[in-house]
């Protein structure tokens, strides 16, 4: 909360501009009865219009004062709103960007996304409640009770009774639905966990002909949720009669106690009836404080949820007196030692790897699932730092160079091809946004996607769906490995890119790569034996430690588990 | 991204409307006491200023005896009466309004418990040809979002819609018993502030919805970039992504603020009206009460209807609204229930005794029928043989086996099993011929026990272990901290991808299949698993018939027809030395082989 405060002190002008009016405004508004007090008494009573008209004329420029403060209170509240929400969310999409792997596995993309619109946008709702209401509440709710003792001790015992009945239904109600609103959320996620399921599996659903089964489940859970609402809905069904009832008693109390009152002639009947006024706007305040108290917890939960994340240091950071990269940058890459847990695990998930791979070759990767193989070219390219040992490009351990100068170096082509919504060619020059036409065609040619590009609609102007879904996997994965080659880059990482590419296509762009890109070093990570039979070096991990380590022709004799995968997916005569 | 969640106009108000009362039908004895309920209630309450204000005026007709020196007389036995029977009234009223809440709510929540349940069953019934162009997203946002907003308007729309009409016609009323001059000058005070709710709504609604689309912007630019973070970090595209987000940031801001500030003017602008109101009631109830028009207990009465008056017409302003959104989310419900079906089924012949002999003749096929993939297709397949379907990425390999299963119906030709045309089945029936097992493991939220029972649903704990053995799973689940009880999560992710297709093989080995569909496993799985999944494979295709989608090539080596596709459609079958020979596709995908070791050479 006390961040959510210190992003508004930026607007503090604006803050105090609104408090000021909302005085003013409460002032007006609490005026306001009595002068309507004064018109019962002095005009109706008496029958005289030229008091009504009199005092009419004042109620009404009082009227209007109060309902302009109104609106340029609405106008700060808005505003202040809107800029803090804006600053915070611009904070924290900055504060993302600079995050590393270890902080995004933190929080998972879909939280960070929550966090940065859903509950910014509920502190923002908060804001604007908060400078239209709860100050106005507040002081309309004191103000009101001091005019009200004022006027008449005795009448004010009403009230005290009423607010007293409200707050006790309040927290009753709260009470009896907070325990099923909590489980409501989870009751809908089953709901919806299971529709998913079912779109999911329509194939197998439909195999094996359980749709009545599905039904069966969907029904469940759709009774439970349904049964749940209900139980909510039947509550607050309490609410609003109830609080009708006691603000009409309140009333009627008012006018019987007040009747006792002026037969006593301690009051007149114009105070009366102001005085019932008093009361709808004490009660009015106490209603607007006790919706304040069920937003404000709620908003409080998003407030720390968006502070964790503006407050999350990054690991992996620059050096302030980072080594720049030599004019004659050789992409020599050699990994000494390296050792590396990931955050808050306590098995390393690489030992004791070391290994050299020379500019103009290629060193590939194999190995199990789970064996480290992208973990450790993901440390290349410092996702992640080593935890010990180190890693040298070009002669330099990476991490006293700036993260910025070793990614221009690095072609990067990731697991799951991930395309940006745009174009082809938008996608393409992500790299380089000035790169010449020659040199995409050129990049595409390599990756073998020129021919599915040119049966594109508009060419390298189609357009790409989020997430590239309007391409197959195997045309995904081409794309991906295009926009990195359009980098021109001394060191490619292709972490298992090939996978979900043909036998042909494979080698096809591999043959291209090797004649394209002869000069640069070439990290594989593979599945497929048959993807890094040329490969100058060929390292076997397995556990994250190096079982094997040379050609693919040394391998088969001399590394057990190498032998293994490769029998696996060849027959014993296409082996050599 | 889909927004037409939002404030999208209906296409055809009327049906969408007359259909939504269809499902309300069944409760229309509820529904009407529940309106007698509902104007009851508002009636009941509508009386109470008009005594209240009778009370007012015996008041002030004891004061004024007294200034007279009339002597001070306060009838309060009459007063006591009349307070007595008005907190009567309020008790009924508040009584009256929990039946019709509680009724209504139970109605509405029925409703919507129908109307999710048709949904779901309504996905199952529909051709797969119509996921091609839904996404899953958009189902689902009609299962929830959609019918969510038709239970709350129900639950809260149509009861305040009745009370408001209720309240507006009895304040009417009451202000017209009291005086007609002032019933017409009030109104004319009111409607003025109408049009002033008017102008303010509309143009709020433009803000609102210029909002709702940055903020739709805003997400997508979010998630795009959160999800493909690695990306841009690898490739130094951060100022670029941030640049980008403070553009649709700003436009956010600006349009957040002027939305809020618009709605945030209409208060004050009622109250203000609703206070000239007042002084103008006050100005003509007083020169009416010193005329004996009116008594002074009536201007009382008549300030309090004024108030009450504004209230319902908000109310009504603001139920318009939302049941435009109604409208709109129950005519996106509708038009799913209204999808076609599957075409109907023919019930000719039944597929117990089938041996497993398929053939195509003359199949032609387009997932959209304009377009067709697969022309003239014919073949015939022995039981028991083992048939390998090959092609590049991307080529339609699963086509064919979609087609088999009728997943999608051909456009013509004939598929046939043992003779007999497979539309002449049902698709339950037919469908229960086959096993599946594909790449895409399908599993879900419950026991591992479950889902291999899964559509096997009467199989014994120990059928399910003796199949779990032959597909070599037993050892893994044992291993497991509840062995075959272990519940997989939402993600599945507590066991690995490839004890998954394990899974789904031993839940094929249980439902014991006549033909058989399998997807071979691919790089994603590491090799000792793989093993076991070849092996569990190979044990399952003895004796039946079998379809693979192949990546390998040992597997299609030794397959008794090998299909190859390219672009959808077959452009090559024959066994392994027929197509080598034909040097086609084939023969340039397996000779690919030989090349690639020419490069290995080359080094």
Redesign the interface.
């Known amino acids: 909360m006390i961040m959510v405060l210190e992003y508004m002190s930026e607007y503090i002008g604006m803050f105090l501009g609104a408090l000021a009016l909302l005085v003013v405004q409460a002032i007006c508004d609490l005026t306001l009865p009595d002068y309507m007090s004064d018109i019962v008494n002095d005009g109706v009573i008496n029958g005289n219009v030229n008091i009504i008209l009199q005092v009419g004329g004042k109620m009404i420029l009082l009227t209007l004062l109060s309902a302009a403060c109104m609106i340029v209170t609405g106008y700060f509240a808005a505003r202040i709103a809107a800029n803090t929400a804006r600053d915070m969310r611009a904070d924290v999409f900055k504060r993302v960007q600079t995050f590393s792997n270890p902080e995004l596995d933190k929080f998972s993309p879909a939280s960070l996304i929550t966090r940065t619109t859903n509950d910014i946008t509920q502190i923002q709702m908060l804001i604007v409640m908060m400078v239209r209401m709860l100050f106005y509440a507040a002081i309309m709710g004191t103000g009101g009770a001091i005019k009200a003792i004022a006027e008449s001790r005795t009448l004010s015992w009403t009230i005290v009774g009423s607010v007293l009945g409200l707050v006790i239904l309040i927290i009753v109600l709260l009470y009896t639905v907070l325990p099923k609103m909590r489980i409501m959320q989870t009751l809908v996620d089953q709901v919806n966990l299971i529709s998913r399921e079912n779109l999911e599996g329509m194939l197998v659903i439909r195999a094996f002909n359980s749709q009545i089964f599905e039904e069966s489940r969907f029904d469940a859970a759709n009774r439970s949720l349904t049964e749940n609402n209900l139980y909510i809905n039947r509550a607050m069904t309490i609410l609003m009669p109830t609080m009708m009832f006691i603000m009409n008693v309140t009333t009627v109390l008012i006018v019987w106690v007040g009747a006792h009152q002026i037969a006593a002639l301690q009051i007149d009947i114009g105070k009366m009836m102001a005085f019932m006024q008093y009361a709808m706007q004490i009660i009015m305040s106490f209603l607007m404080l006790s919706v304040m108290f069920i937003l404000i917890p709620r908003a409080m939960v998003s407030a720390s949820r968006v502070k964790e994340v503006i407050e999350t240091g990054t690991v992996i950071k620059d050096k302030k007196m980072a080594v720049r990269p030599r004019a004659d940058f050789v992409p020599d890459i050699e990994y000494e030692n390296v050792t590396f847990y990931y955050p808050e695990s306590d098995e390393p998930v690489l030992k004791n790897i070391s290994f050299k791979a020379k500019h103009g070759q290629t060193t590939a990767f194999i190995g199990v699932t789970g064996s480290g193989k992208s973990t450790l070219v993901n440390l290349l390219i410092r996702f992640y730092d080593v935890t010990e040992g180190r890693i040298l490009v070009d002669g330099v351990d990476i991490r006293d160079m700036k993260r910025s100068d070793l990614r221009d170096k690095i072609g990067y082509i990731p697991q799951k091809a991930m395309l940006f919504s745009g174009t082809i060619r938008s996608n393409l020059t992500y790299a380089d946004s000035d790169s010449t036409f020659e040199n995409i065609q050129r990049a595409a040619r390599i990756a073998q996607a020129e021919e599915f590009i040119s049966t594109m609609s508009n060419g390298y102007d189609a357009h790409i769906a989020q997430g590239g879904t309007n391409l197959s996997g195997g045309q995904k994965q081409r794309m991906s490995i295009a926009r990195a080659l359009v980098k021109n880059a001394p060191i490619y990482i292709f972490d298992d890119s090939f996978s979900a590419l043909d036998m042909k296509t494979d080698a096809t762009l591999r043959e291209a790569l090797h004649r394209e890109a002869g000069g640069s070093t070439l990290l594989i990570v593979a599945q497929r034996v048959g993807t890094i039979l040329s490969a100058d070096q060929i390292i076997v991990l397995e556990n994250g430690e190096i079982v094997g380590c040379g050609t693919h022709r040394e391998l088969l004799h001399s590394c057990e588990v190498y032998r293994e995968i490769a029998l696996s997916q060849l027959s014993e005569d296409e082996l050599d | 991204?889909n927004f037409n969640t939002q404030g999208a106009k209906a296409k055809d108000s009327r049906k969408t409307l007359r259909t939504l009362l269809r499902y309300l039908e069944p409760y229309r004895v509820k529904i009407i006491i529940v309106m007698v309920f509902a104007a009851l209630?508002s009636v009941f309450?509508i009386v109470?200023p008009k005594l209240?204000g009778k009370?007012?005026t015996k008041?002030?007709e004891?004061?004024?005896a007294?200034y007279f020196r009339t002597g001070?007389y306060?009838d309060?036995e009459y007063?006591?009466r009349l307070?007595l029977l008005?907190?009567f009234l309020?008790?009924i009223?508040?009584v009256f309004?929990?039946i019709q809440?509680?009724m209504m709510?139970?109605v509405?929540?029925?409703v919507?418990?129908n109307l999710?349940?048709e949904l779901?069953?309504k996905?199952?019934r529909l051709p797969?040809k119509f996921?091609d162009t839904t996404t899953?997203g958009e189902?689902?946002s009609r299962?929830?979002n959609d019918v969510d907003t038709i239970?709350q308007s129900l639950?809260q729309s149509l009861s305040q819609l009745i009370t408001s009409v209720a309240t507006i016609i009895g304040v009417l009323g009451m202000m017209l018993s009291i005086n007609v001059l002032m019933t017409v000058t009030a109104l004319f005070v009111l409607s003025l502030s109408f049009g002033l709710v008017g102008t303010i709504l509309r143009t709020s609604q433009k803000f609102f919805r210029e909002q709702q689309a940055s903020?739709g912007k805003?997400?997508?630019h979010?998630?795009?970039?959160?999800?493909?973070?690695?990306?841009?970090?690898?490739?130094?595209?951060?100022d670029d992504?941030?640049e980008r987000?403070?553009e649709i940031?700003?436009t956010?801001?600006?349009s957040?603020?002027?939305s809020?500030?618009f709605t945030?003017?209409m208060?004050?602008?009622m109250?203000?009206v609703g206070?000239?109101g007042?002084?103008?009631v006050?100005?003509l109830?007083?020169?009416l009460?010193?005329k004996k028009v009116i008594e002074?207990g009536d201007?009382?009465s008549f300030i309090q209807y004024v108030r009450n008056f504004t209230q319902p017409i908000m109310q009504l302003a603001s139920i318009s609204n939302t049941l435009q959104q109604t409208i709109a989310a129950s005519e996106r419900v509708f038009e799913f229930l209204d999808e076609p079906e599957e075409s109907p089924e023919r019930n000719l012949a039944s597929a117990s005794v089938v041996t497993g002999a398929v053939s195509f003749e003359h199949i032609a096929f387009g997932y959209d029928a304009a377009k067709p993939i697969i022309h003239d297709f014919s073949t015939a397949v022995e039981q028991g043989e083992k048939v390998a379907i090959v092609?590049?990425?991307?080529a339609g390999k699963t086509t064919i086996v979609k087609l088999l299963?009728r997943?999608y119906d051909i456009n013509g030709g004939n598929i046939k099993i043992d003779g007999q045309s497979i539309y002449d089945y049902t698709?339950?029936d037919l469908?229960?011929v086959?096993?599946?097992v594909?790449q895409d493991t399908?599993l879900?939220?419950a026991s591992i026990l479950d889902n291999i029972r899964?559509?096997t649903?009467d199989a014994t704990r120990e059928q399910v272990v003796a199949a779990a053995k032959a597909a070599h799973c037993d050892e893994f689940i044992r291993t497991l901290p509840h062995g075959y009880d272990t519940i997989l999560n939402?993600e599945s992710d507590n066991i690995?991808?490839?004890q998954k297709q394990l899974l789904t093989i031993a839940?094929v080995i249980l439902?014991n299949p006549k033909i058989l569909i399998l997807d071979e496993a691919?790089?994603?799985?590491?090799?000792?698993t793989?093993?076991l999944i070849?092996k569990a494979m190979d044990a399952l295709m003895k004796g039946r018939t079998s379809f693979i989608i192949a990546h390998?090539?040992?597997t299609i080596?030794n397959a008794d027809l090998i299909l190859v596709l390219n672009h959808g459609d077959v452009v090559e079958q024959g066994n392994h030395e027929e197509l080598l020979a034909a040097g086609g596709v084939y023969a340039?995908?397996y000779n690919?082989?030989f090349?690639?070791?020419t490069?290995?050479h080359?080094?």
């Open positions: 991204m209630s309450s109470g209240l009370v007012t008041l002030a004891g004061l004024i007294y001070l306060m309060f007063m006591g307070i008005l907190i309020y008790t009223s508040m309004s929990y809440s509680f709510s139970g509405s929540m029925q919507t418990y999710r349940k779901d069953q996905m199952s797969l996921y899953h189902v689902l299962i929830t239970s639950n903020l805003m997400n997508g979010v998630e795009e970039m959160y999800s493909g973070h690695t990306i841009v970090q690898a490739f130094n595209r951060q992504s941030i987000f403070y940031n700003e956010l801001s600006d957040a603020w002027k809020q500030f945030s003017i208060q004050p602008m109250q203000f206070n000239v007042y002084v103008v006050c100005i109830g007083g020169y009460a010193v002074i201007i009382q092609g590049p990425t991307g299963m997943f698709r339950n469908r229960s086959f096993g599946m594909l399908w879900y939220n899964y559509g649903f939402e690995s991808q490839g839940r439902a691919t790089s994603s799985i590491d090799t000792r793989e093993i070849q390998r090539l040992s080596k340039g995908m690919s082989q090349e690639r070791r490069i290995a080359g080094n």
